[in-house]
Nanobody
Framework: QVELVETGGGSVETGGSLRLSCVAS???????????MYWYRQTPGKEREFVSSIFWDGTTNYAISVKGRFITSQDKTNNIMYLQMDSLRPEDTAMYYCKMDSRRGGFCDTLSRSSWGQGTQVTVYS
């Protein structure tokens, strides 16, 4: 099955930077099953919100609130997704979660359609 592990969270001053990583562990036969990966974030009492996405062809999308400040990239060889966060603001404070969507067909059908990581906390103080 798929396991997602996020790292890189921490506390940073307003205007600072952090780089999050999400490693996707998939069975060897499932190396080509990754269709797309996403970053979401959530604060207590609020719904989880979309931050960014990257399809495995390199196409990216961003929430308006982070566009121009965050960049999502990928290391396809090692199944890693990154989130470079610059010009951080207190409102970026949240638990950041990684999500992976799997392709369908063949071996990929043995994997969950969507998988989530446990999250990494980002705190931006003023």
């Amino acid at each position: 099955q798929v396991e997602l592990v996020e790292t890189g969270g921490g506390s940073v001053e307003t205007g600072g930077s952090l780089r999050l990583s999400c490693v996707a562990s998939v069975p060897a036969e499932g190396a080509s099953c990754i269709r797309s990966m996403y970053w979401y974030r959530q604060t207590p009492g609020k719904e989880r919100e979309f931050v960014s996405s990257i399809f495995w062809d390199g196409t990216t999308n961003y929430a308006i609130s982070v566009k121009g400040r965050f960049i999502t990239s990928q290391d396809k060889t090692n199944n890693i997704m990154y989130l470079q966060m610059d010009s951080l603001r207190p409102e970026d404070t949240a638990m950041y979660y990684c999500k992976m969507d799997s392709r369908r067909g063949g071996f990929c059908d043995t994997l969950s359609r969507s998988s989530w990581g446990q999250g990494t906390q980002v705190t931006v103080y003023s």
